[in-house]
């Protein structure tokens, strides 16, 4: 579990962060809620691996259940905080959304991809 941890901190950084220069150069700044959307997508992945450890130790059959559930609900969570966050009136709306929700579904592949491996071996 704590590999996983390190790999989605680590990866979140690291992927938000060519994001964010992407979204720097194309739009000329950084909106002050790309900030809060960035914190808000990097820690789900470490709390719904933490909520899933817990859920592995007390039920060991409903980890893909829960993993399923957990994933959807972020699927739903990435547009609604888009829509909640970001600003409308903002000039260069497709040069924020764009990198941030590419940048998210990288590491929404890659989060599902490792939890599998962790949660069926």
């Known amino acids: ?5 390190f790999k989605e901190v680590f990866t ?5 962060g060519l994001a964010g220069i992407i979204v720097f150069v194309e739009a000329g700044h950084l909106p002050h809620n790309w900030f809060k959307l960035v914190v808000a997508i ?5 709390a719904s691996t933490l909520l899933l450890n817990y859920l ?15 994933s959807t609900l972020k699927m739903i969570l990435i547009p609604t905080l888009i ?5 409308r009136e903002h000039e260069a709306t497709t040069a924020v ?3 941030t929700v590419l940048a998210y579904l990288l590491l929404m ?12 071996r």
């Open 1 to 5: 579990m704590w590999t996983i941890l």
């Open 12 to 16: 979140s950084v690291v992927v938000m």
């Open 42 to 46: 990097s820690s789900f992945f470490p």
């Open 56 to 70: 592995k130790k007390v039920s060991p059959q409903s980890p893909g259940w829960v993993l399923m559930g957990l």
């Open 83 to 87: 829509i909640l966050l970001f600003e």
């Open 97 to 99: 959304v764009i990198p």
């Open 109 to 120: 592949g890659l989060d599902t991809a490792w939890k599998i491996k962790w949660i069926f």
